[in-house]
Nanobody, 121 residues
Framework: QVQLVESGGGLVQPGGSLRLSCAAS????????MAWYRQAPGKQRELVAD???????NYVGSVKGRFTISRDNAKNTVYLQMSSLKPEDTAVYFC???????????????WGQGTQVTVSS
C-alpha cells in the first residue's frame, strides 16, 4: 500500500510564508504526477498546483506568482512553497499523487490526510 504524509501546515499572519511537504512511501515503482489541492469550509476541493514527473508545473490563477510547487523524485516528495499568504488561502491542503506500484499496473490515485493552513492576524 502507498501512503502520502503531509507536514508543514499551521497558523500564519497575512503576508507570511509556509512550506508544505508531502512524502509518498510504501510499495512504489514510480510516482507520476503530483499535486496540491485545497478545500475551504463550505467550498469544493480545488486544484492549487500540479507537477509532472519531468517538472512541468501548473497553477490555479489565484496563487500564480505566490506559490511554487516542486518535487524531489529521489525522495518521492512534493513541496508547496506559499508566500504572500492571504486570508482566502485558509483551507485544508491535500497532497495527491499518481503512483504505479509495479511495472505491470497503471498508476492509481492516492491522497494525503490533509494539513490545515490558517492565514489570520
Amino acid at each position: 500500500q502507498v501512503q502520502l504524509v503531509e507536514s508543514g501546515g499551521g497558523l500564519v499572519q497575512p503576508g507570511g510564508s509556509l512550506r508544505l511537504s508531502c512524502a509518498a512511501s510504501g510499495k512504489i515503482f514510480r510516482v507520476n504526477g503530483m499535486a496540491w489541492y485545497r478545500q475551504a469550509p463550505g467550498k469544493q476541493r480545488e486544484l492549487v498546483a500540479d507537477i509532472t514527473s519531468d517538472g512541468t508545473t501548473n497553477y490555479v490563477g489565484s496563487v500564480k506568482g505566490r506559490f511554487t510547487i516542486s518535487r524531489d523524485n529521489a525522495k518521492n516528495t512534493v513541496y508547496l512553497q506559499m508566500s504572500s499568504l492571504k486570508p482566502e488561502d485558509t483551507a485544508v491542503y491535500f497532497c495527491f499523487a499518481q503512483v504505479r506500484v509495479n511495472v505491470l499496473l497503471k498508476a492509481s490515485d492516492y491522497w494525503g490526510q490533509g494539513t490545515q493552513v490558517t492565514v489570520s492576524s
